[in-house]
């Protein structure tokens, strides 16, 4: 797999993030930033639930659209 940004990799992890924050992270082997990230989509959906009470999880789509640009944007070290 090529790096970079655009490269198939990272097209391929972005689309896993915008479902699972953090799943394009940890395809790309970055464990400890996909942690983050589905750490933070969870915060996001709890603090959207409790201030809307609704199952609305417009936090976790925040956040996973964040995840997504930061996989897509990654660029392996050399």
């Known amino acids: 797999m090529s790096n970079g940004q655009g490269s198939t990799g990272n097209v391929i992890a972005a689309i896993c993030s915008l479902f699972i924050p ?15 990230w589905f750490v933070m989509a969870c915060i996001g959906f709890a603090i959207t639930w409790v ?10 789509f925040l956040v996973s659209i964040l995840s997504c640009i930061n996989a897509a944007m990654y660029k392996a070290k050399s």
């Open 22 to 36: 953090g799943l394009g992270q940890l395809v790309q082997g970055r464990i400890l930033s996909a942690l983050f």
């Open 51 to 60: 201030i809307t009470l609704s199952l609305l999880p417009f936090g976790w």
